[in-house]
T-cell receptor, first 112, second 115 residues
Framework: QKEVEQNSGPLSVPEGAIASLNCTYSDRGSQSFFWYRQYSGKSPELIMFIYSNGDKEDGRFTAQLNKASQYVSLLIRDSQPSDSATYLCAVKGNFGNEKLTFGTGTRLTIIP | ETGVTQTPRHLVMGMTNKKSLKCEQH?????MYWYKQSAKKPLELMFV???????ENNSVPSRFSPECPNSSHLFLHLHTLQPEDSALYLC??????????????FGPGTRLTVL
């Protein structure tokens, strides 16, 4: 079983709609969760992090965490063509395993 | 220069060559990282340095040799690489290693091709 699993996509969403990106992880002791955006040919940039169960909102972005289900998601409201990118989910382990483990990413395309 | 910079941005080398990748961070961070990104694969952590001391070595072949002379600079020395080592090599830095919130800032990467 992959440690961090994402649907590779591509995920196509109409402009103005809500894009929903999902991520599951295998280490139940994981403590922190990160969403990175990577444009084609560019390096990853951090969008949001979350470490408490529930929702965390930042502008058009909402991260959702459910530790019982080992599931983290990213919602993008009012999707824009500039949101078209690959979104990487990353999970940080607990004490003694602090490295970030990345998923393969989901490629999102916003259709004008 | 701001953020994390990497040089060169592109590198083509033969299997018998020796080359080095350079990373510099201007953020005052204490931890620096080397990652490998190959197509269709997750980002793979290679090495971590915290306060110039290597704290993580993720079973990386010895043909990759890291060096961290100070907290702002990180090198990856390459020798006798294989074609399967062709990938994007990303450097990152963060305020500290091991904290619960590990916001890592990435450099632009070096696109490496091994012939």
């Amino acid at each position: 079983q992959k440690e961090v699993e994402q649907n590779s996509g591509p995920l196509s969403v109409p402009e103005g709609a809500i894009a929903s990106l999902n991520c599951t992880y295998s280490d139940r002791g994981s403590q922190s969760f990160f969403w990175y955006r990577q444009y084609s040919g560019k390096s990853p940039e951090l969008i949001m992090f979350i470490y408490s169960n529930g929702d965390k909102e930042d502008g058009r972005f909402t991260a959702q965490l459910n530790k019982a289900s080992q599931y983290v998601s990213l919602l993008i409201r009012d999707s824009q063509p500039s949101d078209s990118a690959t979104y990487l989910c990353a999970v940080k382990g607990n004490f003694g395993n602090e490295k970030l483990t990345f998923g393969t990413g989901t490629r999102l395309t916003i259709i004008p | 220069e701001t953020g994390v910079t990497q040089t060169p941005r592109h590198l083509v080398m033969g299997m018998t060559n020796k080359k080095s990748l350079k990373c510099e961070q201007h953020l005052g961070h204490n931890a620096m990282y080397w990652y490998k990104q190959s197509a269709k694969k997750p980002l793979e952590l290679m090495f971590v340095y915290s306060l110039e001391e290597r704290v993580e070595n993720n079973s990386v072949p010895s043909r990759f040799s890291p060096e961290c002379p100070n907290s702002s600079h990180l090198f990856l020395h390459l020798h006798t690489l294989q074609p399967e080592d062709s990938a994007l090599y990303l450097c990152a830095s963060s305020h500290m290693w091991g904290g619960p919130v590990d916001e890592q800032f990435f450099g632009p990467g070096t696109r490496l091709t091994v012939l």
